[in-house]
């Protein structure tokens, strides 16, 4: 896929950028670059390669998913306003 300066000013224009003609003639070329690198990618033959998450075999160390604070919910609950059977009661703002 080919670029000219009037498909750069309309893509600045749909993208509410100010362009100068200066300015139009540098991203032209820095556009038709990326869309040149992208046409190579689309070229690869990738039958039988399976999709990655992430570029490097890489995993996330886990820890052991633990209680670490005790539960203070009738402490906060405490001096709430309104509270019933562990709920939290507020005024109906949606009717």
């Known amino acids: ?3 000219n300066i ?4 309309r893509i600045a ?4 950028i100010e ?3 200066t300015e139009a003639e ?6 038709s670059g990326i869309l040149g690198l992208i046409e190579q990618m689309q070229a690869v033959d990738t039958t039988g390669i399976e999709p990655m998450s992430h ?8 820890r052991e998913d633990t209680v670490t604070e005790t539960n203070r919910r009738k402490d906060f609950q405490a001096i709430a306003p309104l509270v019933e059977d ?3 009661l ?4 949606i009717e």
């Open 86 to 88: 562990g709920l939290y």
């Open 6 to 9: 009037q498909d750069v000013q």
């Open 13 to 16: 224009h749909l993208a509410r």
């Open 55 to 62: 570029s490097q075999d890489v995993t996330q160390r886990l």
């Open 1 to 3: 896929m080919s670029l």
């Open 19 to 21: 362009i100068s003609p």
């Open 90 to 93: 507020v005024p109906k703002v």
């Open 26 to 31: 540098a991203t032209l070329s820095k556009l």
